[in-house]
């Protein structure tokens, strides 16, 4: 875990929106110039050529970089001219930009026709079930040490626990987990969805908690969570007809209803800027379980 005072992730959504503002927005000259000095070098400083970053943030290390070269960043000013010409490149990649983001909204509609068969198929299969959604995240005051490695770190053994169904994801039937990072403060989160079997898991207040508490474990205490399951909170979503967590009842349609749509916030690809903007080789930013296992009782034999 780095121990610089430096938060790679509000810096990467620091960036983002600046790259953001310059190429779809009105805003003014002096701003961008302040902006560039007060983020640039700390910026240049934490980059790390080994991850990925997504195009608005390549698009301004191709951009400052074709306006101050090799030149060491603690050097560099940010001047008028200096300005000018970071704002004329940069607008260059303005098709780039839309077309990664049009990719990702295009995945995110896949990610979502994918998770709601899921989530029918499960409900289809059982009479009753437990759904259970919890925000993880990290603390406050802890977030700037945490680097995306550690996030995917985290994640890794978060999977692992959920893959054993062991401790409090016993009787497991269904799981699905989406990642992101804020667009304001650049936290890093996941968005995660539990089914249980309701036949062998009630209590889902106690279950989230259990869940959130092996996070905070899983994080060395640096972890933090938001449930959903409060009585309270709950009773706000039942009164506007809209509960979808909790017991869910094959039978009756309209929980039946709310739970998919609370599954599929996961997966709502019309929101703004959420995404990671960096990741490391290989990680994974959204998944779900498989419903067609050999352990799922009753389904026909899965043809070798």
Same mark, same amino acid.
């Given at each position: 875990?780095?121990?610089?005072?430096?938060?790679?992730?509000?810096?990467?959504?620091?960036?983002?929106?600046?790259v953001?503002?310059?190429?779809?927005?009105?805003?003014?000259?002096?701003?961008?110039?302040?902006?560039?000095?007060?983020?640039?070098?700390?910026?240049?400083?934490?980059?790390?050529?080994? *991850?990925? &970053?997504s195009?608005?943030?390549?698009?301004?290390? =191709?951009?400052?970089?074709?306006? /101050? $070269?090799?030149?060491?960043? #603690?050097?560099?000013?940010?001047?008028?001219?200096?300005?000018?010409?970071?704002?004329?490149?940069?607008?260059?990649?303005?098709n780039?930009?839309?077309?990664e983001?049009?990719a990702?909204?295009?995945?995110?509609?896949?990610?979502?026709?994918?998770?709601?068969?899921?989530?029918?198929?499960?409900?289809?299969?059982?009479?009753?079930?437990?759904?259970?959604?919890?925000?993880?995240?990290?603390l406050?005051?802890?977030?700037?040490l945490?680097t995306?490695?550690d996030?995917?770190?985290?994640?890794?053994?978060?999977?692992?626990?959920?893959?054993?169904?062991k401790?409090?994801?016993?009787?497991?039937?269904?799981?699905?987990?989406?990642?992101?990072?804020g667009?304001?403060?650049?936290?890093?989160h996941?968005?995660?969805? *539990?089914? &249980?079997?309701?036949?062998?898991?009630?209590?889902? =207040?106690?279950l989230?908690?259990? /869940? $959130?508490e092996?996070?905070? #474990?899983?994080?060395?205490?640096?972890?933090?969570?938001?449930?959903?399951?409060?009585?309270?909170?709950?009773q706000?979503?039942?009164?506007?007809?809209?509960?979808?967590?909790?017991?869910?009842?094959?039978?009756?349609?309209?929980?039946?209803?709310n739970?998919?749509?609370?599954?599929?916030?996961?997966?709502?690809?019309d929101k703004?800027?959420q995404?990671?903007?960096?990741?490391?080789?290989s990680?994974?930013?959204?998944?779900h379980g498989?419903?067609?296992?050999?352990?799922?009782?009753?389904?026909?034999?899965?043809?070798?």
């Amino acid at each position: 875990m780095s121990q610089s005072l430096v938060n790679q992730s509000q810096l990467i959504a620091n960036i983002d929106k600046l790259v953001r503002d310059v190429v779809f927005h009105p805003i003014r000259f002096e701003d961008i110039k302040d902006r560039l000095n007060e983020s640039y070098h700390s910026f240049m400083d934490s980059f790390d050529p080994d *991850l990925f &970053y997504s195009q608005t943030i390549d698009s301004f290390v =191709y951009s400052t970089y074709a306006v /101050v $070269g090799d030149v060491d960043p #603690s050097n560099v000013i940010w001047d008028h001219e200096k300005t000018q010409q970071f704002i004329k490149i940069i607008s260059c990649y303005e098709n780039d930009i839309k077309l990664e983001d049009n990719a990702r909204y295009h995945q995110e509609c896949q990610n979502k026709q994918n998770l709601e068969r899921y989530v029918k198929n499960l409900i289809n299969h059982y009479s009753r079930l437990v759904f259970i959604r919890i925000d993880l995240k990290y603390l406050k005051e802890s977030s700037h040490l945490v680097t995306i490695e550690d996030f995917n770190t985290h994640m890794n053994k978060l999977r692992e626990f959920i893959g054993n169904k062991k401790t409090c994801f016993k009787y497991l039937q269904g799981n699905a987990w989406a990642l992101e990072q804020g667009d304001e403060n650049g936290g890093l989160h996941c968005h995660l969805l *539990l089914i &249980y079997d309701g036949s062998k898991r009630q209590k889902d =207040y106690h279950l989230a908690k259990e /869940v $959130g508490e092996k996070w905070q #474990s899983i994080t060395g205490g640096i972890g933090a969570y938001y449930s959903y399951h409060d009585t309270e909170r709950k009773q706000g979503y039942e009164k506007n007809g809209k509960l979808g967590i909790g017991m869910i009842h094959r039978d009756k349609p309209k929980q039946v209803e709310n739970a998919v749509c609370t599954s599929l916030y996961l997966t709502k690809p019309d929101k703004r800027n959420q995404h990671l903007k960096l990741w490391v080789p290989s990680m994974r930013t959204f998944g779900h379980g498989i419903y067609r296992v050999k352990k799922r009782r009753s389904l026909p034999p899965i043809s070798k």
